[in-house]
């Protein structure tokens, strides 16, 4: 009650540079956390939290934010392998959730700053206690598998994302990991971490979301998050593997203590970045669980894509008009471009509803694979030995991609881009052109 009471005399002090916090629908306290009052300028989950008991910082409990869920079917919408943004601001009236975003900027506060904005002594308008964007401490999310906020715990809620040198701009985003597994039923529990690197008071941040994964395709749960540890200098000491969010400078539940100074001369602040050894980015080291079936939210993952399947139907036709008609021989004067493309396009079609991420990395697999092929193809390889091994390449491409995104096995576009492939280059179907080359390897291309 006293920290309460001392807590909330500090925001008072502070509310004027108010702090930062991640708006979106499936935000806890969206519009407040003010019984009975709709407030569009909720500025009710920026406030830091420092010296704390476990219950006052846990998801900003001290002015109640886990009292107010977002309202039923409001998530934050993970894309698995892709990524989600948020609108980081110090007012909910200065975000698009408000007033129809009429009083937005690219700027947290709905100011306008220069793009390399930089006060040496900080910045403190917006106030993201930092000098500038090289020295934003960064944030991140986690998750919990659970769907009910009171069973988080710093045991299972672990780190999937960080976002380097923010807080920033007002609009950001945060990548997901490919592998994240499907949520229960009723979602999952997100939270969102921020620990400043100086700029005033050491203190930190953590909010709660109601979150869910979608396009979801992992079959292995997060595993156990460790306590991470400060490893500046000595990155082999850094913790590998799921971690918790860092808990700091509260009166208890800590789970890392720093002391001494940073290499840049500034007191060690245990920040969501490489120093607590947190990579940029989705984390992909985190699914060291056991396996789960990820068949919960696969039929309604094949609803929500049905629509990106138009893109599907488009590259087809495409593929179909280029496709050569020939046969193997003449094929392979036209193949450089016509298969290339018809790669491509197979690619990117089999890649539906895996996240931009996961398909730009597919396509770019993909095409490695073509200059490989066709680079030592041109000069040194007789065009039989060639078709061969592009037919085992589309095959196992197909193979592979279809693992990856069992949806599209049910589609018929993805095994009509392999037959039109297949046809047109080998004068043969998918199912013929598998005996044709039984023995090359994909591990061989790269
Ligand atoms: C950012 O701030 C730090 C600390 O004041 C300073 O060392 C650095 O040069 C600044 N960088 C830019 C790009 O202004
Ligand atoms: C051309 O490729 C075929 C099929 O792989 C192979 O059997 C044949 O020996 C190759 N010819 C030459 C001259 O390398």
Redesign the pocket.
Known sequence: MIFRSLAVAGLSATAVQAHLAPYVKGMYALNGAVAGVVNYNNEDVVYPLWQLSQSDWWFHGYNNVPDFPPADGDFLELPAGGSFTVEIASNQGKTSLSFNGAYTSEWPDGNTYPE?Y?I?TCITSPNMHA??Q??AAGTAFAISYTSTLSEVTPGNLVVFSVAYNTPWKRVQSYDVPAAMPACPEGGCICGWGWVPNGCGEPNMYHLPYRCKVTGATGTKAVGTPKPPVWCQDDPSSCVSGPKQMVYWNQLEGNNIEVSGYDNAGDPKSPGYNGNCGFADGAQNDIFTGGSVSGAKTSSTTSVKEEPKVATTTTSKTSSSTVAPSATSSAAAAAAPTSLLDMVMTGAMAMTVGMGMTAAMKTAATMLRTWNRVMGTTAATRNSSRVMAMIADMVMTAATTMRTLNPAMVMTADTVMIVDTAMTGVMGTTAATATTVAPTASPSNWF
């Open positions: 390399d930089n040496p000098q500038n090289s020295m």
